[in-house]
């Protein structure tokens, strides 16, 4: 392995006690930034956004679908990074990120499947269609749950950690399933609406909620990661003595 | 090299001939699920050769499924896996090692076995080269990505429901280009490009899946 | 060393060369391009089998939707432009239901020659805008119409 020297902030951020504490400042602030977006998002998609020529209100819901979904799967992509980077450079502080990143990122699956459900109603006639960009989305959660249930399994939680980096490594083969499956096989999802490199297909006072409503929902991730990774250090470090010294301070 | 390789592979299958329940049971198994859909859904003819290409495929996953804890359980169980692990070949080849064995004794006989179960589902005839095709190009595949599943179980017990929980989802891309290739061949149209992509997804398990065992085996070893 | 270093070279080898054949076999599948239905075409020219439970693709024919005046009956033709196939639907059709709109209709071929759909998807595109905005573009275009017609005369 090549051993290449990493920076400062690496280091500072792979050690339980500087993470805990960190997140602990962060914390208020994102929560403070993911309700304010959220709010703005909401209201303007909801309210102010104009109706589309063609599906009317309904596609309105597209708010809180799309945002969903790309968050479903970055985090599937972090949470297989941060097993490599907890398996190759042995930092526990990744592996409870991981730990942190997948009930989450379940729970953003199972929002992104349900609202794709009620809007695909009106406007393609059915509620489920095995087209494949539903049905890989299908398969992430079910990825999510086969990862969840591996932690179940294992007591040992550091064995645990690295079973599950192992396993979503070999998951994160799914996504570019996902992302290319749409070009793959032709079917009835319409291609993605946003891409990094193309001027999106939607007028603005269509699209700007929609960024806000993605930034919003990825503050809101990254605060809910935050809230979960400092209960796991808290489940994992419990008798560690910086720990105690905190909370004995009251700053914790 | 390739003396180790193959005397490891001969050494399962003798494993595998002193106890050849432990193989046969799946195989039983293939021919059970296929003939519980005439009995469930319909014995009609034009319905059930509809079903066919998706039904062997299905029942071609599950069958292999059950035999995944064969690869390692008894090696892990006698120590001889942790002896394999320390010794100075490279650990891929036995995984692949270990592979291949498992898809002699399980995905060879499924290939064999399946122009049988497609007459009980009245598949056209003319299928029938398509869908060996498919089968051969497929079966490895689910073998690769399986040992991966059966690594992980090594230090977990009872990890049987488990392992399918992992290692089902895998199987999709499998699942969804050999159903459409057996498909396509029983309607007469081509199937290369299904083809094609068996292919490309056999090449990609045996690029990926031969480290992530040997990985999940030396997690396994640390439980023991 | 050497042998460990010939050994990383064998795989960096192996690893390019699987590389370079996935990626050639994706490539050469998607040039065969997998149907996933059948155009009105392909129908015409026998290429389905009619006991077959398959799918149909096409745009809507302007014009060709019939509705039962007392039933949620419909009836419509949809064409690639080169032949056009008789669909019948028995159900409630999706909001982006409209003619001259593709769609894909599930459903099993009968003797005739006409097409019985148990289910019919609109296919939408990518493309979202307010009505205004549309309206605006079909005006444009009516009136781009209505001059080249003017000077025709």
Known sequence: MAHFKLPRWFHQLGSPKWFYQFAGLLQPWLALISLVLLFWGIMWGLLYAPADYQQGNSFRIIYVHVPTAILSQSIFMMLAVAGAIGLIWKIKMAFIVARACVPIGASMTVIALLTGAIWGKPTWGTFWQWDARLTSTLVLLFLYLGILALYQAISDRQIAARATAILSLVGLVNLPVIKYSVDWWHTIHQPATFTLTQKPNMPAEMYLPLIVMVSGIYALFVLLLLLRTRNEILAQEGRSGWLTKLLQEGHA | MLKYYLCLVWRDLLLVMRQPAAVFNPLVFFVLVVSLFPLGVTPQASQLSQLAAGVIWVAALLSTLLSLDLIFRSDYDDGSLEQLLLGSQPSWLLALAKVTAHWLVSGLPLVILAPIVSSMLFMPYHALPGMLLALLLGTPTLSLFGAVGAALMTGVKDGGILLSLLVLPWYIPVLIFGASAVQAASSGMPMNAQLALLGALLIFALMVTPAATVAALRVGQMQG | ?153
């Open chain 3, 1 to 153: 060393m050497h042998l460990k270093r010939k050994r990383k070279l064998q795989q960096l080898l192996l690893l390019t060369v699987g590389s370079g054949l996935i990626i050639g076999l994706i490539l050469y599948a998607l040039s065969e391009n997998i149907n996933l239905f059948f155009s009105p075409s392909e129908i015409a020219s026998r290429k389905a089998y009619p006991v077959q439970r398959i799918k149909v693709g096409g745009m809507v024919r302007e014009g060709s939707l019939e509705r039962a005046n007392d039933s949620l009956q419909v009836s419509f033709m949809i064409t690639d432009y080169q032949h056009d196939l008789v669909v019948y639907y028995d159900g409630i059709l999706p909001d982006l239901f409209r003619e001259g709109q593709g769609i894909v209709a599930q459903g099993q071929l009968q003797a005739d020659g006409a097409f019985v759909a148990d289910q019919v998807l609109a296919k939408h595109d990518e493309n979202y805008m307010p009505p205004e905005v549309s309206d605006a573009i079909e005006q444009a275009s009516a009136a781009a119409n209505a001059t080249t017609e003017q000077t025709d005369l």
